[in-house]
Nanobody, 125 residues
């Protein structure tokens, strides 16, 4: 099982930027970022495949967030810009190491095999 460690969360003012990092202990078919705000269910944010440069975003973050990867480091990043208070949540990195990969699968948290411990992102208004 791939071990994941997130970093880069913090407190930022609305309109600001943060970059989240996720270091993985091994290769994945795809990696994703999810988030969970207090009192809400976990939701998909973005995903990226490992062998092809396919990315997928939740509509509310399109144009503001960018997911990228570094194959040599087995790392994935989430660059977040124009942050809004509603982006406040614990952000989780997830790894998918087996099975099919397509858009419908990548948005489902149940399709991922490993999860990081989460990193808090707080956006103040």
């Amino acid at each position: 099982q791939v071990q994941l460690v997130e970093s880069g969360g913090g407190l930022v003012q609305a309109g600001g930027s943060l970059r989240l990092s996720c270091a993985a202990s091994g290769r994945s078919l795809a990696m994703g970022w999810f988030r969970q705000a207090p009192g809400k269910e976990r939701e998909f944010v973005a995903a990226i495949t490992w062998t092809t440069v396919y990315t997928l975003y939740q509509d509310s973050v399109k144009g503001r967030f960018t997911i990228s990867r570094d194959n040599a480091k087995n790392a994935v990043y989430l660059q977040m810009s124009s942050l809004k208070p509603e982006d406040t949540a614990v952000y989780y990195c997830a790894s998918k190491t087996r099975g099919f990969v397509n858009g419908a699968i990548l948005v489902a948290g149940s399709q991922y095999d490993s999860w990081g411990q989460g990193t808090q992102v707080t956006v103040s208004s």
